[in-house]
């Protein structure tokens, strides 16, 4: 087949550091070319598979509401040039980029990382449209989109080679938090799980440069950085990544929202090591009685 993948141009596929959703895409783009499918990447500047890439916007999460809508515009363009030369167009992006194309006979699948708005699916599903599939990431997932069309559940997944399976730590391995470092993370929360249990913590990832978020870092995590008990590794590569996590006691997950999926969990089950998550979301789907615990909160 003649597939187009589609993503927002605010991080690169694949992404150098932080960007689970971008890494996935890449994932895709490369699994297509060995099944013998001809792929063409639709992604931001610095973008590239082995198929053939197509690059626009810029890779900046926080641009303006116009530079989203001159994206849009772009992508608009182009499928209405050549949605004509693929026989499925595979969109992890904004669901306006369809627009479109709704109604043009080329397959199409709507993937989503995490929940939809309901009203955009709703009017999507009004109008004239065909041979549309929208995917979620987990059965949570889908739960708060599927407002109207067909749905499926498609779970994330990573690239397990990049990975080192460790099945021994040492007796004093420190805990791990990964993941970007927003108060809905709970990072604030593996610092005192850390402190009352006396183990050492080493926290890794990138840090939001949101105010609220950022306000957050510098106010409530970096004052209890000692570079002793809590360490503060930065934004990690994959490499990095596994090399932390296969010498972690485990994976600390206390997140104070309804996790979509949750790629560091089963980036730490890649490596051996079990995670401790509080059950929200798709903690379920993910987490089971041999890979970690799940803890309820009030």
């Known amino acids: 087949m003649r597939i187009l993948l589609i993503m927002d141009p605010g991080i690169p596929v694949p992404p150098l550091l932080y960007g689970g959703h971008e890494r996935l895409v890449y994932l895709f783009a490369e699994e297509y070319r060995k099944l013998g499918h001809q792929v063409t990447l639709l992604a931001g500047p610095q973008s590239d598979c082995s198929g053939k890439t197509v690059t626009f916007g810029t890779n900046d999460l926080n641009r303006s509401k116009w ?21 499925l167009i595979h969109n992890f992006g904004r669901l306006i980029y369809l627009l479109p194309v709704l109604n043009a006979s080329v397959n199409k699948i709507m993937t989503y990382g995490r929940p939809g708005s309901a009203r955009g699916i709703k009017i999507v599903n009004t109008l004239p449209n065909q041979n549309l599939i929208f995917t979620a990431c987990s059965n949570y997932c889908v739960s708060t989109g599927n407002a109207a069309g067909t749905w499926k559940t498609v779970y994330n997944t990573i690239d397990f080679s990049q990975y ?19 108060r809905v993370k709970g990072v604030h929360t593996a ?10 913590l080493i926290i890794a990832g990138n840090i939001s440069h949101t105010p609220d978020n950022f306000a957050y870092f510098k106010t409530e ?6 570079n002793e008990q809590i360490k503060y590794a930065g934004a990690l590569n994959d490499s990095e990544k596994s090399n932390y996590l296969r010498k972690a006691k485990a994976l600390l997950f206390p997140i104070e929202w309804d996790e979509p999926f949750g790629m560091v969990m089963i980036e730490a089950m890649a490596c051996g090591t079990p995670v401790i998550a509080f059950n929200r979301g798709s903690v379920p ?3 089971s009685k041999e890979t970690g615990v799940i803890v309820d909160t009030p």
């Open 67 to 87: 530079a989203r809508f001159k994206e849009a515009v772009f992508v608009w363009s182009y499928l209405r040039k050549n949605h004509r030369s693929f026989d």
């Open 164 to 182: 080192e399976l460790n099945e021994n730590v040492d007796a004093d391995a420190p805990l791990m938090f990964l993941g970007r470092l927003d």
């Open 191 to 200: 610092i005192k799980v850390a402190k009352a249990t006396n183990n050492k």
């Open 221 to 226: 995590i970096e004052p209890q950085v000692d």
């Open 285 to 287: 789907e993910v987490v």
